[in-house]
């Protein structure tokens, strides 16, 4: 069950808790908006977005820890980062002593994905014979624990499998830096560059980097951080062009940024895809095949698939030019970047 928090501290042991019913895209949504509403509190709230029920993907919860009990004012300024025509029904409780970040980590076993085992705690035994990392749960995306993860993982390793070698690569949505730490230890010699929408998962992923072991720079086998929306930050557009390119985030996001990923990625290079439900795949691949990519594969995981796709060779690189939705139909409702 995937968790994610957009606040750096936990709760303290004494909390309010506001639990808000929402779909995938609108926790996404608030989550995004959150850290821009809380820079001028004094003591903001951690916010941890839940999938509760893994057979009903687009019913999450959003569960808001205040230091004491929000007054109205605090209340209302949760409920406008809703968007419109969102559910506003809510229930507020005090809440017995906890940590916070222990109860977001509660319930994630380690996994195996192809060559990978992912634990979540340092203690936890490692796996002989595989990769290990340890990415503890608690603060960004990216445990390993979602299909979208899990689906990058192995479709990674199909790629070291079958003969890719890539030496310019970037994780769009970092999260955790999980992805970005496997395609590092798949091609060791390669750049790898990581950016994050939120500054707290580039964080998260700078911690998670140095407890795996991971240097953190600008050279071969180096991984490089930045916190920037989408993929016009100079850093980004500096580096380019690419020959592995991932992204995890949403369906909407990938189809919006479906211009300025194509641009940025080498003649002949892939890029894996990730984030959207079944009944998103075509708008999503609709939207790369008009950018000059090809489908080279699909890899099903449950309601989530994640997609490979080639650059052709006649595309070549290019400055990006912003896709229109109207050029592949509109996509309502695939959450928001």
């Not at 004494?14 to 995004?32: D, F, K």
């Not at 003591?43 to 509760?52: D, F, K, L, N, V």
């Not at 990581?194 to 998260?204: E, G, L, M, R």
């Not at 998103?280 to 449950?302: H, K, T």
Request: charged share 20%; glycine share 10%.
């Amino acid at each position: 069950m995937p968790k994610r928090s957009s606040i750096a501290d936990p709760a303290p042991a004494t909390a309010w808790q506001m639990t808000l019913p929402c779909s995938r895209a609108v926790a996404e949504q608030v989550q995004a908006d959150a850290d821009a509403l809380f820079a001028d509190w004094l003591s903001p709230p951690a916010i941890i977005a839940s999938e509760p029920d893994e057979s009903r993907p687009d019913d999450w919860r959003l569960d808001i820890i205040f230091e004491g009990e929000p007054d109205r004012a605090a209340i209302d300024a949760i409920l406008d980062l809703l968007p419109n025509g969102a559910a506003t029904a809510y229930d507020l409780a005090l809440v017995p002593d906890v940590d916070w970040v222990t109860q977001s980590q509660a319930g994630l076993d380690p996994i195996t994905a192809g060559p990978f085992h992912v634990r979540h705690d340092a203690d936890e035994p490692t796996h002989p014979g595989l990769v290990n990392f340890v990415i503890p749960a608690s603060r960004a995306f990216g445990t390993g624990a979602h299909e979208t993860t899990y689906g990058c993982l192995l479709t990674l390793a199909k790629l070291h499998e079958t003969g890719h070698r890539f030496g310019n690569i970037a994780d769009i949505g970092t999260g955790t830096g999980l992805l970005a730490f496997a395609a590092m230890t798949l091609w060791p010699r390669a750049h790898v560059l990581a950016s994050d929408i939120d500054p707290v998962a580039v964080d998260v992923s700078a911690e998670n980097a140095d407890l795996n072991g991971f240097p953190l720079g600008s050279g071969q086998g180096a991984l490089q951080l930045v916190a920037a929306p989408g993929v016009q930050h100079e850093l980004i557009l500096g580096l380019a062009p690419y020959d592995l390119v991932i992204a995890n985030i949403l369906a909407g996001p990938l189809i919006e940024l479906a211009a300025g990923l194509a641009a940025q990625l080498a003649e002949g290079g892939s890029l894996i895809l990730a984030g959207l439900l079944d009944e998103q795949a075509d708008r999503v691949i609709a939207a790369y095949r008009a950018q000059g990519l090809r489908l080279a594969g699909r890899m099903e995981n449950g309601q989530w698939p994640t997609l490979h796709l080639r650059k052709r060779h006649r595309f070549g690189w290019r400055r990006p030019t912003r896709w229109r939705v109207g050029d592949v139909g509109n996509a309502p409702g695939y959450g928001s970047w």
